[in-house]
């Protein structure tokens, strides 16, 4: 019986060490490319007797470079290593003596079984990468470049050996791509958003595909903006009014607070249609359908772009936001017209724009088309200049029956006079690309 006993305490004690289930290794990123400099994160898990030793090399031809390794002697007999290893790794392969062409990162990771005789678990993994140090050729074509705050303008310029390219202001990053099919000439059409400082340098930037980038700056002179303010009186009457129309998007129970409510409805859900129209906007340019200024849309101007307005109710501020369009009064329900040849990428109900349409023109243009009662186009259709697509009215959070028109550059807003000007466009976009005086 007490050798049965031992028999069994043997068994239980020695049972991790027989097991025969190797390590888990993941890489984090799944790296394609190694660029000049790169990051990697070894994450190795070992769930039976633990870990007794982990490698991460990387060679190329008949060199192999030892990027970590670690060992875990056991401190006492049969005794279990560590369940987890996490490496982070800088690699730089010119440091290495590593040059541009396909190479292979290896980890492997052996466990402390007695499997094997003694060996040990072992699990090895293997990823072909290719190195690649040598950034993107570019060249910038523009001279210095003049803007206004909540303008637009155009880079150009020649890359060779990118998968992507643009012009970054501050945070913002805008992407460009082939002015005509096939050429080499490369346009991007890129804003200067309002709340961006005065002062923030500008990039033109190329990427490869293994990440390396190279950017050179771009001048830019600035002008500002000459933005109104612009002061909105609520009273009991025109709150319910608008919170009412609005009560569909409200969180529940907060319609019966009608300033709260409309605070909410003013800052928060016009923040939420603004990601929604950045994120239908902001995607990869599509090619240029677009060949000369916006048509501009009928009517009397009664808001402007970057009109600052304040909403007072019983004396106080209750709330402020800043007008991102410009609102053109016309007739009731008037035929609203495609400012521009493009793809409808949006149409239906938008929050504050109420019934709204958005238009991609192409290179990172788009239209909006907002207080819409009636909407004749549907989303992925493909329309031409001065096409109906719907009529005006008072849907959203609008006082009266108007047309609310905004521009887009990359998702961000515009000052749509800017694109209503033949003589801007030509000077600012079609001058710089080559394009020939007068197109259209």
């Known amino acids: 019986m007490l050798i049965a006993g031992a028999a069994a305490a043997a068994v239980v004690w020695l049972w991790p060490l027989a097991e025969t289930t190797a390590p888990t290794i993941t890489l984090e990123p799944a790296l394609d490319y190694i660029p000049a400099h790169v990051a990697l994160k070894v994450n190795v898990q070992e769930r039976g007797s633990g870990l007794r030793e982990v490698?991460?090399?990387i060679s190329q031809g008949q060199h192999t470079f030892v990027l970590a390794k670690r060992e875990f002697p056991p401190a006492a007999l049969l005794e279990k290593g560590p369940g987890t290893l996490a490496l982070e790794l800088e690699i730089s392969p010119l440091k290495l003596g590593l040059v541009d062409g396909p190479a292979t990162i290896e980890v492997m990771a052996r466990d402390r079984a007695l499997y094997n005789w003694g060996e040990g678990n072992i699990t090895r993994i293997e990823r072909k990468v290719v190195v690649d140090t040598t950034a993107p050729k570019l060249n910038v074509l523009n001279g210095v470049v003049y803007m206004s705050r909540g303008g637009s303008a155009a880079a150009v310029y020649t890359c060779e050996g990118a998968v992507a390219s643009g012009v970054s202001v501050g945070k913002w990053q805008f992407l460009g791509r082939e002015w005509k099919?096939?050429?080499?000439l490369k346009?991007?059409?890129?804003?200067?958003p309002l709340e961006v400082p005065s002062g923030t340098q500008v990039w033109v930037w190329a990427r490869d595909?293994?990440?390396?980038?190279?950017?050179?700056?771009?001048?830019?002179?600035?002008?500002?903006?000459?933005?109104?303010?612009f002061k909105i009186r609520l009273n009991d009457n025109l709150l319910k009014r608008l919170v009412q129309r609005m009560a569909s998007h409200l969180p529940p129970g907060l319609a019966s607070r009608l300033p709260t409510a409309f605070k909410w409805i003013n800052e928060q859900l016009r923040?939420?249609?603004h990601q929604q129209i950045r994120a239908v906007t902001s995607q990869a340019p599509t090619p240029r359908?677009?060949?000369?200024?916006?048509?501009?849309?009928?009517?009397?101007?009664?808001?402007?772009?970057?009109?600052?307005?304040?909403?007072?109710?019983?004396?106080?501020?209750?709330?402020?936001s800043v007008h991102l369009g410009v609102d053109l009064a016309h007739t009731s329900h008037c035929i609203i017209k495609a400012a521009g040849a493009g793809r409808i990428i949006f149409a239906g109900p938008l929050g504050i724009y109420g019934n709204c349409v958005i238009v991609d023109h192409g290179l990172g243009l788009a239209t909006l088309y907002g207080h819409l009662w009636q909407i004749t186009v549907k989303e992925g259709q493909q329309i031409h200049r001065g096409q109906p697509i719907g009529r005006s009215d008072s849907t959203g959070l609008a006082l009266g029956d108007h047309l609310h028109f905004s521009v887009l550059v990359g998702g961000v807003f515009v000052n749509p006079r800017e694109w209503w000007d033949p003589s801007w466009v030509q000077a600012h976009v079609l001058a710089p690309a080559g394009a020939s005086t007068g197109e259209r």
């Open 187 to 192: 346009l991007c059409l890129f804003a200067w």
């Open 271 to 273: 923040k939420a249609n």
């Open 209 to 229: 595909a293994a990440g390396n980038t190279t950017r050179l700056p771009l001048a830019v002179r600035l002008r500002p903006l000459k933005a109104p303010l």
């Open 181 to 184: 099919a096939g050429g080499k």
């Open 289 to 320: 359908r677009w060949k000369g200024a916006l048509l501009r849309p009928p009517g009397a101007t009664t808001a402007l772009f970057g009109e600052r307005r304040v909403y007072i109710y019983g004396g106080e501020v209750l709330t402020r």
């Open 55 to 57: 490698v991460v090399s």
